[in-house]
């Protein structure tokens, strides 16, 4: 069955490098979420698209972190450079667009921790 | 602007005992309403969702939740718990002129034997 999936589920680096996650969102969906989640502050909305057009990512630190959507297929999260407070499960979610379409599904996550 | 709590960040019941979570939200438009379950180690699943209609909707896993307006409320409950059920559950809104989701901060299920 259609599923979100996120790469890598796992990712250990040290401060000052570059991460990259990648998702790719349900064929045909044309909304994609990315979302942050820690013990301290819960699930963080991070960045919104539709039709890959970034609609909101006013929860996103500007400085070190970037989201593009390079096609329909891909979603990237890029955290340049990385610091040990970026630690966390980043979850991508994407959605069917309309109305009455509604939901988002959710992918498995990437684990980060920043040494 | 949209919020949502979510009464105690921790529940235990008993095995076979009604679960009750209870959610409370603030929208400035219609809302749509979902409550999400998450697994150790996965990522969100949607339990069920509220958008028009009938305003008590059942969800998957025998869960079942009902849109108050008047309280503004969406507490979701079922009958008996289940050693399985214990997880992670949040409440969502959205507006219905695509807002983005907000979600509360979460409340872990404990079941006890």
């Known amino acids: 069955d259609a599923r979100v999936t996120q790469t890598p589920r796992h990712k250990v680096t040290e401060m000052g490098q570059e991460v990259t996650m990648r998702c790719q969102p349900i064929l045909g969906h044309?909304?994609?979420?990315?979302?942050?989640q820690t013990m301290m502050q819960g699930l963080e909305l991070l960045a919104y698209f539709r039709n890959r057009a970034p609609l909101d990512d006013s929860g996103m630190p500007k400085d070190r972190f970037s989201a593009e959507m390079p096609d329909a297929t891909l979603a990237t999260l890029k955290i340049q450079p990385s610091e040990p407070r970026d630690s966390a499960v980043y979850f991508c979610a994407s959605g069917?667009?309309?109305r009455d379409n509604n939901e988002q599904f959710f992918g498995?996550?990437?684990r980060l921790t920043v040494l | 602007a949209q919020s949502v709590t979510q009464l105690g960040s921790h529940v235990s019941v008993s095995e076979g005992a009604l679960v009750l979570l209870r959610c409370n939200y603030s929208s400035s438009v219609p809302p749509y309403l979902f409550w999400y379950v998450q697994y150790p180690n996965q990522g969100l699943q949607l339990l069920l969702k509220y958008t028009t209609g009938a305003t008590l909707v059942k969800g998957i896993n025998g869960f079942e939740a009902e849109f108050k307006k008047s309280e503004?409320?969406?507490h979701l409950t079922k009958p008996s718990a289940h050693m399985s059920d214990a997880a992670e559950y949040f409440c969502a809104v959205r507006g219905n002129y695509g807002q983005n989701?907000?979600?509360?901060p979460g409340t872990r299920l404990s079941v006890l034997p």
């Open chain 1, 30 to 36: 044309n909304t994609v979420f990315w979302y942050r």
């Open chain 1, 96 to 98: 069917p667009l309309g």
């Open chain 1, 108 to 110: 498995p996550g990437t």
């Open chain 2, 72 to 74: 503004t409320s969406f």
């Open chain 2, 101 to 104: 989701f907000v979600f509360g």
